[in-house]
């Protein structure tokens, strides 16, 4: 098992290129298996995710190149031979569900183990299931695997969603695209990693109407194309992590390779916490001006709110921030398990149900604390470049799924933080 040593106090401030968005990369990669010649990926990032999901291809029968050093992957699922993603790579990630919908749209026949993920919360597949039912797909669970067939070609259809879902939406549009006739898809996620994915599809050849509003309209075809050097989106989480660096440390973080529509909600949290924040074409600029960030509500919610996979950083920022904060989770009910970890460090948190009231502390101190999922992670990685004393921190296999070339990246705006094998 690897863990981080982190000695506090460190000077943050600096530049850091942006890398893909691990959230659009994984369901463009699945969303593959639906072309019928050679897909070329660019941008993918270099995440222990992204090389499961290359072993699902392998495993599938895929011929693919990969070049994650140049982020780079090209993909020949015309020769899948072999629809099943087996339970030894499926319980490694969540988006392994991703799998399904375009495996029995294509093939007519799908075998997949139930997925992992992140321990966020239960995280049913249901939504998922109930909207390949509704196009035409009959499921059926047998030793933990969903078992997805369809006679023929799916049939479109009008599917409502009564929750926002992002993995929901993947899967009712990657059935849609090849199913006969029209089907109307409604409050769909408007993330912009869903609109990387329609936009991908069309790309392939899909007829994608409505794409980054509440509405799909999509019109099956009979198949589809391959496409040269598609460029998944930066990450935009990823991104606002790096300027949280800034906020929590009175300095001033530039982050280049962006899209700064994407990060609104961040940025206007940011300023209200008292960053300057500076737009500049590809690159956005969190200049603390050497004060001390004051504390900020949140209410996390679907896009175009603030997003869930940046509650825990905002979290840090109020643990060290002047005032009290007050932080709604309202998309998983298990998200505050960097809470107790935080505590560890001196943070003053008071939790009731989905609530928790942060009063900020001038200095947190260093301590031993676990990482229990991919943003709890990276919190308590910037807590203790902040912290007076060493920060010990287990089970960091979770930073790697979703920040690429941590040490890197972290060097580059001042961090040293080192890895080590107990
Ligand atoms: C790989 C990936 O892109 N992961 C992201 C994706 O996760 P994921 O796609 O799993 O998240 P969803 O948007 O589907 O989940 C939203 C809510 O809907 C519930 N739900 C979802 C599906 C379902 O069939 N039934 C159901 O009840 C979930 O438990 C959760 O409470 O979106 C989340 C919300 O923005 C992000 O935090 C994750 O980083
Ligand atoms: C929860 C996350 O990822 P996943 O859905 O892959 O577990 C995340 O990216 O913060």
Redesign the pocket.
């Known amino acids: 098992m690897e863990h981080f040593i982190i000695h506090g106090k460190q000077i943050i401030g600096g530049e850091i290129s942006i890398g893909g968005a ?2 659009a990369a ?1 369901p463009i990669f699945f969303a593959s298996i639906l072309a019928n010649a050679e897909v070329e990926l660019a941008n993918i990032p270099n995440l222990t ?1 992204i090389r499961y999901t290359c072993d699902i291809f392998v495993n599938f029968g895929a011929k693919l190149s990969i070049d994650l050093d140049s982020n780079k992957v090209s993909l020949q699922p015309q020769h899948i031979s072999n629809p099943v993603v087996p339970y030894e790579l499926a319980s490694k ?3 392994s569900i991703w799998a399904l919908a375009p495996l029995v749209a294509k093939f007519g026949t799908a075998k997949v183990s139930l997925p992992g ?2 321990a ?1 919360g239960s ?1 049913p597949v249901d939504m998922h299931l109930e909207a390949l039912k509704k196009l035409g797909v009959k499921i059926e669970f047998a030793e933990g695997y969903v078992i997805a067939t369809s006679e023929g070609r799916l049939k479109g259809a009008n599917i409502f969603f009564d929750k926002v879902s992002v ?1 929901a939406t993947v899967s009712a549009v990657c059935a849609a695209v090849l199913a006969q006739g029209v089907s109307r898809i409604e409050n769909v996620a408007m993330e912009p990693e869903v609109v990387d994915l329609c936009n991908f599809l069309v790309a392939l050849g899909a007829k994608i109407d409505g794409i980054g509003t509440k509405v799909l309209t999509i019109t099956g075809v009979e198949s589809l194309g391959g496409v040269a050097n598609y460029r998944i989106i930066p990450d935009r ?1 990823e991104c606002g992590t790096y300027l949280i660096a800034a906020a929590i440390s009175k300095s001033k973080v530039t982050c280049h390779n962006i899209i700064p529509e994407h990060l609104e909600a961040t940025l206007s949290k940011l300023e209200e916490a008292g960053a300057k924040i500076t737009v500049s074409g590809s690159s956005v600029t969190c200049d603390m001006e050497g004060k001390r960030a004051k504390a900020v509500n949140i209410v996390t919610a679907p896009y175009p709110g603030v997003a ?2 940046m509650q825990a950083q905002f979290t840090l920022l109020n643990t060290v921030a002047e005032g009290v904060g007050i932080v709604t989770e309202t998309i ?1 009910e298990n998200r505050f398990m960097h809470v107790p970890e935080l505590q560890r460090m001196g943070a003053k948190i008071t939790q009731s149900g989905n609530t928790i009231h942060v009063q900020g502390v001038e200095e947190l101190s260093g301590a031993h604390v676990k990482a229990t ?3 709890a992670s990276i919190s308590l990685v910037l807590a203790g470049c902040i912290a007076q004393g060493t920060t010990h921190v287990d089970e960091i296999y979770h930073i790697d ?2 920040y690429e070339f941590i040490e890197e990246r972290m060097k580059s705006i001042g961090c040293i933080i080192t890895r080590e094998r107990a």
């Open positions: 691990k959230n994984l995710d990630m969540r988006a993920g992140c966020i995280r993995g989480i869930t996979d998983f999922d991919l943003r799924r979703g």
